[in-house]
């Protein structure tokens, strides 16, 4: 291990850090509540003090710093404007973060081109076209294709929770209406099961749904089943564009519900897949967990050093 990169995961219910070296080891790693709610300098408050936590857990400066945050982001102005954290609009994240660690290289990307990166970087290196998907309180993605992130123009490319499935489904935050997102993330899932009438042990808990699905509770199974449907149509589209070998699914909602969406998805997309080259994609759950975007974010960084590592 020769150099060392500080990676801040920014998501709409938490802040996660990790230093973690170019031969993939993490150092540390610390995680806290996102005050999503609160004003845009509390918010960066919170990045500055988990990000200085965990160099102080690893004991030694890092070289460079990656950022993967929930989208919409602009890598080209360094700001990010998550639907899902309301004070930051165009928020100048990484200046903020410059400010903070002088001196080093400061890289931004999506949180889902993260997510693809890591799982890329630490576990299917020899995927020459993978889409990652964070399913969590919002939805995104992003495209790895011969083993680089294929951002587009604005560093938005592969935002496949803001895919369009049913032009008469509900209203999203973007502007847009029937996204992927208000069927498939947390609180649009348990918002579906709370208009159909369900009342659960825990009515503010994607989890306590979940676990009334696994009881066989019939709403709580199929607000779950309507997620893994739109999931598996944006996994369709996305095939049929860039012929992709593997769709790896993460984030919150996907690790603690795999049970009650994996199979779903995956038949589904059998079900409706007409060409051979798209039901050939292996779908598969993150290998990294939580920790799949914050490996693609310190491989991003290192890769600004000169570093042989993924990206």
């Avoid at 049970?259 to 759950?285: H, N, T």
């Avoid at 967990?289 to 974010?297: M, N, Q, R, S």
């Amino acid at each position: 291990m020769f150099r060392i990169a500080v990676a801040l995961d920014v998501g709409g219910t938490k802040l996660a850090a990790a230093v973690i070296g170019d031969d993939g080891t993490m150092l540390s790693r610390r995680q806290i509540p996102t005050p999503a709610r609160e004003s845009a300098e509390t918010l960066g408050d919170a990045v500055l003090r988990v990000l200085a936590d965990a160099i102080a857990d690893a004991g030694r400066q890092p070289d460079a710093v990656g950022i993967g945050s929930a989208g919409p982001i602009d890598p080209a102005g360094g700001t990010v404007s998550p639907i899902n954290i309301p004070a930051w609009r165009g928020f100048p994240i990484v200046d903020l973060v410059r400010r903070a660690l002088p001196g080093r290289a400061v890289r931004l990307a999506g949180d889902g081109h993260c997510m693809a990166l890591g799982e890329y970087w630490r576990g299917h290196s020899t995927s020459r076209a993978l889409l990652g998907m964070v399913v969590s309180t919002g939805v995104g993605g992003g495209f790895v294709l011969d083993g680089e992130i294929q951002a587009g123009p604005t560093g938005n490319a592969g935002h496949i929770g803001h895919m369009v499935i049913d032009p008469r489904g509900p209203d999203c935050p973007c502007g847009g209406r029937g996204c992927v997102e208000m069927f498939a993330s947390g609180p649009s899932i348990l918002r579906w099961a709370h208009a159909q009438g369900w009342c659960g042990p825990d009515g503010t808990d994607t989890r306590g749904l979940a676990d009334c699905a696994r009881a066989g509770d019939p709403i709580a199974r199929r607000a779950f089943d309507r997620a893994a449907d739109a999931i598996a149509l944006a996994v369709l589209c996305a095939s049929a564009l860039a012929d992709l070998d593997d769709v790896v699914i993460g984030g919150g909602v996907a690790t603690g519900a795999h049970d009650l969406l994996f199979g779903r998805i995956r038949d589904e997309v059998l079900r409706l897949a007409g060409p051979a080259f798209i039901r050939r994609v292996r779908i598969d759950r993150s290998g990294l967990g939580a920790d799949a975007g914050l490996f693609g974010a310190a491989a991003l960084a290192l890769a600004a050093t000169g570093s042989p590592c993924a990206a």
